[in-house]
C-alpha cells in the first residue's frame, strides 16, 4: 500500500483536494469531490460525508460517491443522531472507529439499509474540529475485513480537508449574512436620515418664509425693534438650516451615497458665483474682498455645484474669522490641475490643530473660534469632496498672520475617486 | 387685468407663504392641495402660471405634469417645478416631466417672486 508509486498518487490527489477546498466555497462541490477521492484511494466501494446539524443534533448526509439513488434516499430517511452504536463510539472516543463486518453487529435500521446494498464493512471517521464534531466521513466496503493503518491515516487527511471545507463554508455564509444585515441596516440609516431632513426642514422653511415676508412688509411695516428680532429669527434659522444641510451631506458621505454629477464647469464663473453670494458677508464686516482668476482658466469637469460649496465654506469661514484687513480668493491652472486659494487675515490656526480642523466635529479649539459657531462639518465635508476629485485641501497658517486654505485637484475629472 | 397664478401645494404654511406673497405683489392665486385638485384648477381657471410641488400625496408633480403638457389646451402654461431637495435628479427629473422652471426647497420668497416675474412676459405692476 506505500510504495513511491501509491504515495506519488496519495500526494497528487491531495493536492487536487485541498486546491477544491481553497478554490470553491460551494460546500456540496468540495465534499463531493473529498469524498470521490477517498474512496478512490482508500480502494474502498462506496463513501459519504455527513454534517452535523446542532440544531437538530443530527448528521445529515451531504455527499456521497458510489451509492445508488435507492440507498442515498434509504439513509436519508433515518435520523442519524450520535445514538447509533459505531456513530457514538467514534463520537465519544473522537477517533475513527471501524466495522470489519456488518453482520456481526447488532441490527439496526441503518446498518440494514447499508447491508442491503450489499456493503459488509465500513469505517467512520470524525471531523472534529477542537471541542465539538463537525461531521463524519464514511467509506464503505462490499468485501468484509479491516481497513489497515495506512489507510485510515490517509483519511484522516481528507477529514481535516472535509472540516476546513465545512468550516470555510459556514464562514462564508456567515460573512454574507452580515453583509446582508449590514447593507439592510445602513439603507434603514440612510432612509431615516433622508426622511427626517426632511422633516426638520419642512417647518423650517415655513419659519424662514414668514420671517421673509415680515420683513418685506407683506404683512405691514415692522417697527424698528421687531426688524431687529425678526432679523436674529432669520440669521439663526439659517444658521439651523445649514446645520441639517451639514449633516445630511456628512452621512450620506459616509454611507457612500455621495455621488458627483461630473459636468464641465467654469472656475472663473464658480468663484465670482461664490464671491457674488458671500460679498454682502465682508461688507458689513468691512473686509476688503477680492478674487484674482488667472485669465484663460481651462474648462474644468467635475461636481461644480459640489466644488461651489467647498469654496463657498473657505471663504465663509475666511469672513467669519477675520475681524480687520482682507480676503482674497486665488484660482490659477498648472500641469493639468487647478489650484484655489482662499487667504484671510485672520487670527491663524495653531500648528497642532491644522490637521485636526478637517475632522469631523472639530474646531480649532480656542476662545475666538468657540464664539463664531459652526458645526465642525464643513471642513470634513469639503475635504471629502475634494477627495471624491482626486485632489488635495489643506492650511497653511501662521498664528497672528493669517490663514491659507489651499485645494487643487484635477482639472478634468472624468470618474469619482475611491472613497478611503 | 392681473396675472392668475396656480399654486399645487399641500401643506398649508407653504400655501400661506405663497398666498400672502403673491396677492400682496397683485397678482389672483388659486390653490389645490393636490394633483388631481391642481389638473381640475388649471382646466377650470386657466391660469398664466403652474407653481407646482412635487412631493403631493396621491398624484405627484411630475404625473400631474406630464398630464398637463399633455393636454393640448393646458400645455402652453408653464409650469415652475418645487423640489424638497436641490439635486441634480430631480432637476432632471422635473424638465422631462415637462416643467419648465424648476426651484428647490428652501425657497426664499424674494427669489420666487423675481422667478414668477421673469416667467410672466408682462410684469407686475410694482408697489
Given at each position: 500500500m506505500s510504495s513511491p508509486r501509491h504515495i506519488n498518487r496519495v500526494h497528487g490527489e491531495l493536492g487536487e483536494v485541498s486546491q477544491a477546498v481553497n478554490s470553491t466555497l460551494e460546500l456540496e462541490t468540495v465534499l463531493a469531490t473529498i469524498v470521490a477521492q477517498a474512496v478512490q484511494l482508500s480502494t474502498t466501494d462506496a463513501g459519504a460525508i455527513y454534517v452535523f446539524n446542532e440544531e437538530s443534533q443530527e448528521f445529515e448526509l451531504r455527499a456521497t460517491h458510489g451509492m445508488d439513488e435507492a440507498m442515498i434516499a434509504g439513509i436519508q430517511d433515518q435520523h442519524i443522531g450520535i445514538g447509533e452504536t459505531a456513530i457514538e463510539q467514534m463520537a465519544a472516543q473522537r477517533c475513527p472507529v471501524q466495522i470489519p463486518d456488518l453482520l456481526n453487529e447488532p441490527s439496526s435500521q441503518l446498518l440494514n439499509v447499508v447491508i442491503h446494498a450489499g456493503y459488509r464493512a465500513l469505517l467512520i471517521l470524525p471531523l472534529l474540529r477542537p471541542g465539538e464534531i463537525v461531521g463524519m466521513l464514511v467509506v464503505r466496503r462490499k468485501q468484509p475485513g479491516e481497513f489497515p493503518k495506512s489507510t485510515i491515516d490517509v483519511l484522516e487527511t481528507f477529514a481535516d480537508q472535509s472540516v476546513l471545507a465545512i468550516q470555510n463554508a459556514r464562514l462564508f455564509r456567515e460573512i454574507e449574512e452580515k453583509g446582508r444585515e449590514l447593507e439592510v441596516a445602513s439603507k434603514h440609516k440612510s432612509q431615516f436620515l433622508a426622511n427626517m431632513s426632511h422633516e426638520l426642514r419642512t417647518p423650517l422653511n415655513a419659519i424662514l418664509g414668514y420671517a421673509e415676508l415680515m420683513l418685506d412688509n407683506i404683512y405691514g411695516e415692522p417697527s424698528e425693534k421687531m426688524r431687529t428680532v425678526l432679523e436674529r429669527l432669520q440669521s439663526n434659522g439659517r444658521h439651523l438650516l445649514g446645520l441639517i444641510n451639514d449633516v445630511l451631506d456628512l452621512s450620506k458621505i459616509e454611507a457612500g451615497q455621495l455621488t458627483l454629477s461630473l459636468d464641465d464647469y467654469s472656475l472663473s464663473d464658480l468663484v465670482h458665483g461664490v464671491v457674488s453670494a458671500v460679498k454682502p458677508l465682508a461688507a458689513e464686516k468691512r473686509l476688503a474682498f477680492k478674487a484674482e482668476v488667472a485669465p484663460d482658466l481651462p474648462t474644468g469637469r467635475g461636481d461644480g455645484r459640489r466644488l461651489s460649496q467647498v469654496l463657498l465654506n473657505l471663504v465663509g469661514n475666511a469672513i467669519k474669522f477675520t475681524d480687520n484687513g482682507e480676503v482674497a480668493i486665488r484660482a490659477s491652472a498648472a500641469n493639468g490641475a487647478f489650484t484655489v486659494a482662499v487667504c484671510d487675515t485672520g487670527p491663524g490656526i495653531p500648528l497642532v490643530d491644522q490637521a485636526k480642523i478637517?475632522?469631523?466635529?472639530?474646531?480649532?479649539?480656542s476662545s475666538i473660534t468657540r464664539k463664531k459657531g459652526g458645526t465642525g462639518l464643513g471642513l470634513s465635508i469639503a475635504k471629502r469632496i475634494i477627495e471624491m476629485h482626486g485632489g488635495r485641501i489643506w492650511v497653511e497658517s501662521e498664528l497672528g498672520k493669517g490663514s491659507t486654505f489651499y485645494f487643487t485637484l484635477p482639472v478634468r475629472v472624468e470618474a469619482q475617486a475611491e472613497q478611503s | 387685468m392681473s396675472k392668475r397664478i396656480l399654486v399645487v401645494e399641500d401643506q398649508l404654511d407653504n400655501r400661506q407663504i405663497l398666498r400672502d406673497l403673491l396677492t400682496n405683489a397683485d397678482f389672483e392665486v388659486i390653490e389645490a392641495v393636490d394633483g388631481e385638485a391642481g389638473l381640475a384648477a388649471a382646466a377650470a381657471h386657466r391660469p398664466d402660471l403652474i407653481l407646482m410641488d412635487i412631493q403631493l400625496p396621491g398624484l405627484d408633480g411630475y404625473e400631474a405634469t406630464r398630464r398637463l403638457k399633455a393636454d393640448a389646451a393646458l400645455t402652453a402654461i408653464p409650469v415652475i417645478a418645487i423640489t424638497a431637495y436641490e439635486l441634480k435628479e430631480a432637476e432632471d427629473k422635473a424638465r422631462a416631466a415637462g416643467c419648465d422652471g424648476y426651484m428647490a426647497k428652501p425657497i426664499s420668497p424674494r427669489q420666487l417672486l423675481a422667478k414668477v416675474r421673469e416667467y410672466l412676459s408682462s410684469p407686475a405692476p410694482t408697489r
Amino acid at each position: 500500500m506505500s510504495s513511491p508509486r501509491h504515495i506519488n498518487r496519495v500526494h497528487g490527489e491531495l493536492g487536487e483536494v485541498s486546491q477544491a477546498v481553497n478554490s470553491t466555497l460551494e460546500l456540496e462541490t468540495v465534499l463531493a469531490t473529498i469524498v470521490a477521492q477517498a474512496v478512490q484511494l482508500s480502494t474502498t466501494d462506496a463513501g459519504a460525508i455527513y454534517v452535523f446539524n446542532e440544531e437538530s443534533q443530527e448528521f445529515e448526509l451531504r455527499a456521497t460517491h458510489g451509492m445508488d439513488e435507492a440507498m442515498i434516499a434509504g439513509i436519508q430517511d433515518q435520523h442519524i443522531g450520535i445514538g447509533e452504536t459505531a456513530i457514538e463510539q467514534m463520537a465519544a472516543q473522537r477517533c475513527p472507529v471501524q466495522i470489519p463486518d456488518l453482520l456481526n453487529e447488532p441490527s439496526s435500521q441503518l446498518l440494514n439499509v447499508v447491508i442491503h446494498a450489499g456493503y459488509r464493512a465500513l469505517l467512520i471517521l470524525p471531523l472534529l474540529r477542537p471541542g465539538e464534531i463537525v461531521g463524519m466521513l464514511v467509506v464503505r466496503r462490499k468485501q468484509p475485513g479491516e481497513f489497515p493503518k495506512s489507510t485510515i491515516d490517509v483519511l484522516e487527511t481528507f477529514a481535516d480537508q472535509s472540516v476546513l471545507a465545512i468550516q470555510n463554508a459556514r464562514l462564508f455564509r456567515e460573512i454574507e449574512e452580515k453583509g446582508r444585515e449590514l447593507e439592510v441596516a445602513s439603507k434603514h440609516k440612510s432612509q431615516f436620515l433622508a426622511n427626517m431632513s426632511h422633516e426638520l426642514r419642512t417647518p423650517l422653511n415655513a419659519i424662514l418664509g414668514y420671517a421673509e415676508l415680515m420683513l418685506d412688509n407683506i404683512y405691514g411695516e415692522p417697527s424698528e425693534k421687531m426688524r431687529t428680532v425678526l432679523e436674529r429669527l432669520q440669521s439663526n434659522g439659517r444658521h439651523l438650516l445649514g446645520l441639517i444641510n451639514d449633516v445630511l451631506d456628512l452621512s450620506k458621505i459616509e454611507a457612500g451615497q455621495l455621488t458627483l454629477s461630473l459636468d464641465d464647469y467654469s472656475l472663473s464663473d464658480l468663484v465670482h458665483g461664490v464671491v457674488s453670494a458671500v460679498k454682502p458677508l465682508a461688507a458689513e464686516k468691512r473686509l476688503a474682498f477680492k478674487a484674482e482668476v488667472a485669465p484663460d482658466l481651462p474648462t474644468g469637469r467635475g461636481d461644480g455645484r459640489r466644488l461651489s460649496q467647498v469654496l463657498l465654506n473657505l471663504v465663509g469661514n475666511a469672513i467669519k474669522f477675520t475681524d480687520n484687513g482682507e480676503v482674497a480668493i486665488r484660482a490659477s491652472a498648472a500641469n493639468g490641475a487647478f489650484t484655489v486659494a482662499v487667504c484671510d487675515t485672520g487670527p491663524g490656526i495653531p500648528l497642532v490643530d491644522q490637521a485636526k480642523i478637517f475632522e469631523e466635529f472639530q474646531q480649532a479649539d480656542s476662545s475666538i473660534t468657540r464664539k463664531k459657531g459652526g458645526t465642525g462639518l464643513g471642513l470634513s465635508i469639503a475635504k471629502r469632496i475634494i477627495e471624491m476629485h482626486g485632489g488635495r485641501i489643506w492650511v497653511e497658517s501662521e498664528l497672528g498672520k493669517g490663514s491659507t486654505f489651499y485645494f487643487t485637484l484635477p482639472v478634468r475629472v472624468e470618474a469619482q475617486a475611491e472613497q478611503s | 387685468m392681473s396675472k392668475r397664478i396656480l399654486v399645487v401645494e399641500d401643506q398649508l404654511d407653504n400655501r400661506q407663504i405663497l398666498r400672502d406673497l403673491l396677492t400682496n405683489a397683485d397678482f389672483e392665486v388659486i390653490e389645490a392641495v393636490d394633483g388631481e385638485a391642481g389638473l381640475a384648477a388649471a382646466a377650470a381657471h386657466r391660469p398664466d402660471l403652474i407653481l407646482m410641488d412635487i412631493q403631493l400625496p396621491g398624484l405627484d408633480g411630475y404625473e400631474a405634469t406630464r398630464r398637463l403638457k399633455a393636454d393640448a389646451a393646458l400645455t402652453a402654461i408653464p409650469v415652475i417645478a418645487i423640489t424638497a431637495y436641490e439635486l441634480k435628479e430631480a432637476e432632471d427629473k422635473a424638465r422631462a416631466a415637462g416643467c419648465d422652471g424648476y426651484m428647490a426647497k428652501p425657497i426664499s420668497p424674494r427669489q420666487l417672486l423675481a422667478k414668477v416675474r421673469e416667467y410672466l412676459s408682462s410684469p407686475a405692476p410694482t408697489r
